[in-house]
């Protein structure tokens, strides 16, 4: 699994000390729920009926053993002892209080995790099929390229206000587990008859109040040109996707 490297401790610690900041002016009033709102979801936070809850992220639900301990110490310390998992590999926190939402994330960042992009009009968690690198039916590990979609995704300059949430899976069995075709993108990982690697790719899926099985737009995409063929499909949805009605977006 990918580690943090300078950059990504910087860019995480940063995140944690703004949002701090930020908490702690919508605690004293100086800043009213309307403004406050976008930059506590941009950190993964929401408010429910009676309380607030926090996603964190979990990249393709890959976790390693200092991470699993990490969720159960927050579970234990700042909530009810537990937490949801959700199908798209996060997990969530429904009880946290607000005034303890930036050391939780201060905590978080202490193992390599985050809650930006679990919430917002943005590119959410990239997830992956729950036995990749272990699957024996898979052509290849699909996680490194998970991990390029993720790394590519974060905080992308463009594509941070989109017209509604986006969502993109990753498998590379034949047995579709990652369930590709219920995304806005689904790239089935393949070899071809020279063993080389490339995506079949699929557009439109989505299990919201209109349900879509996605179509497939392309067969055997080459890995090299993942990025720039994914960043032409969502600078088609930026441009022409509907942002005024979110269930037609």
Request: with cysteine; glycine share 6%; hydrophobic share 40%.
């Amino acid at each position: 699994m990918y580690r943090y490297d300078e950059f990504d401790h910087a860019f995480v610690n940063g995140r944690v000390a703004q949002f701090r900041d930020q908490v702690e002016r919508r605690l004293v009033g100086e800043l009213a729920e309307e403004a406050f709102r976008p930059l506590r979801l941009m950190n993964g936070v929401y408010l429910q009926l009676h309380a607030y809850m926090l996603r964190v992220a979990i990249p393709y639900g890959t976790l390693n053993a200092k991470q699993m301990r990490m969720l159960a110490h927050i579970a234990r310390k700042y909530d009810r002892g537990y937490g949801h998992f959700t199908t798209r590999q996060n997990i969530q926190y429904n009880w946290p209080k607000l005034s303890d939402t930036p050391d939780i994330l201060a905590e978080l960042a202490t193992v390599e995790m985050h809650a930006i992009q679990t919430s917002g009009n943005c590119i959410r968690n990239v997830t992956a099929d729950h036995f990749a690198g272990a699957a024996a039916d898979e052509a290849a590990d699909p996680r490194p390229y998970a991990e390029i979609l993720r790394q590519w995704s974060s905080v992308h300059p463009e594509f941070s206000f989109l017209p509604r949430k986006f969502k993109i899976a990753v498998t590379g069995a034949k047995d579709d587990r990652a369930a590709i075709q219920v995304h806005d993108i689904g790239l089935h990982l393949k070899r071809n008859e020279k063993g080389e690697i490339g995506f079949d790719v699929y557009v439109g899926g989505g299990q919201g109040r209109t349900p879509m099985v996605a179509k497939k737009i392309r067969d055997f995409l080459p890995e090299e040109d993942l990025l720039s063929y994914i960043t032409a499909i969502m600078r088609v949805y930026n441009l022409h996707g509907r942002r005024d009605n979110k269930y037609k977006a």
